[in-house]
């Protein structure tokens, strides 16, 4: 057992080695900001949502495959949130508050435009999100908090496209700007509310989500090795 897991060790250390040798290793580490979709049917037309966009940011790893082709994949914080407010008749507020962590797998098609420095980037993978912390639907109005909604799933899955540039600023070291659209085939938010108001309107409305989301990063990267 120990013999196996002493090959395998020096099998992957090799593997980086070689990889890091070639200049076929990148690492990357990626800011920015993402939107996340919602989809709200309201007939009475009284409620907004607010505060959809939260910061994003993770670490990837990228290995050139064959000339143009890299196989990456990193780890990512997203957080699922957003701000349903109604203005009248009465103020209230459904928070939907879902910490996930990312893990997504990508192949990306790199080809230099004018110069061996500037690249162009298509993306096009999957994702796989987990939850890592207690999170579910917050209802508040006034001084009544309940939670509210159907508990939303704690793993679910994306496809993403996307495309970028990145520009090597001197050797080993690039800057990029990505942007990415990542599409959820399963409904994972799905909520319903109706509510009597205090003037004996009523106010009901449907919160529906697949998780998708579009994502604007700027990414800091250094590749390994000599420049060819």
């Known amino acids: 057992m120990y013999r196996i897991l002493l090959i395998s060790a020096i099998f992957t250390f090799w593997i980086f080695a070689e990889a890091m040798a070639q200049k076929r290793l990148q690492i990357k580490y990626e800011i920015g900001i993402a939107y996340t979709d919602y989809e709200l049917i309201n007939p009475q037309k009284n409620i907004q949502i607010l505060n959809n966009n939260h910061a994003f940011y993770g670490i990837t790893v990228s290995y050139e495959l064959k000339h143009n082709f890299h196989l990456e ?26 910490n996930k962590i990312q893990l997504p797998i ?15 980037l ?3 993978g999957s994702s796989i999100f987990i939850n890592h912390s207690e999170s579910g639907f917050l209802f ?32 080993n070291f690039s800057v990029g700007i990505n942007i990415r659209s990542f599409f959820g085939l399963n409904r994972n938010i799905n909520i319903q509310y109706d509510n009597i108001n205090s003037n004996d309107t009523v106010t009901n409305y449907d919160i529906k989500s697949n998780g998708s989301f579009q994502a604007y990063t700027l990414a800091f990267g250094y590749k390994f090795g000599k420049k060819k």
């Open 73 to 98: 994949t990193g780890i990512y914080s997203k957080y699922y949130g957003a701000d349903f407010y109604s203005y009248f008749p009465d103020t209230a507020n459904l928070i939907p508050g879902l």
């Open 106 to 120: 990508r192949l990306i098609y790199k080809k230099n435009f004018k110069s061996d420095r500037l690249n162009i």
């Open 140 to 171: 508040s109005s006034g001084n009544e908090n309940k939670s509210i909604g159907n508990e939303p799933n704690r793993t679910f899955g994306l496809v993403e496209l996307g495309a970028g540039i990145e520009y090597e600023i001197f050797n």
């Open 122 to 124: 298509l993306f096009t």
